[in-house]
Nanobody, 116 residues
């Protein structure tokens, strides 16, 4: 079984930056994709960013140019650098991992609040 441990998040003022990290452990050799989704109150969960094992990245339209994802498929970790944060970036951020040979898993989520 694969387990995800998230870190980072918190409260930041508009225009500020935060960094999220996620590490996968357990029965995992490497992953197809790792990344982040988020969910704001009353809204559906949406893609923030994904990184493929070969390095290809994918971003949600609302974060392009502001967020940057990086992954290490040897260590099974992923980080998300979030810059120029806006109040609409507020939500619970969930780490996602699609490992080789196992079902995809989700982290417990970490709160990001952008407010003055």
């Amino acid at each position: 079984q694969v387990r995800l441990v998230e870190s980072g998040g918190g409260l930041v003022q508009p225009g500020g930056s935060l960094r999220l990290s996620c590490a996968a452990s357990g029965s995992i050799s490497t992953f197809y994709y790792m990344g982040w989704y988020r969910q704001a109150p009353g809204k559906q969960r949406e893609l923030v960013a994904l990184v493929e094992a070969i390095g290809t990245t994918q971003y949600g339209d609302s974060v392009k140019g502001r967020f940057a994802i990086s992954g290490d498929n040897a260590k099974n970790t992923v980080s998300l650098q979030m810059n120029s944060l806006k109040p609409e970036d507020t939500g619970v951020y969930f780490c996602y991992c699609d490992p080789y040979g196992s079902a995809a898993v989700w982290g417990q989520g970490t709160q990001v609040t952008v407010s003055s």
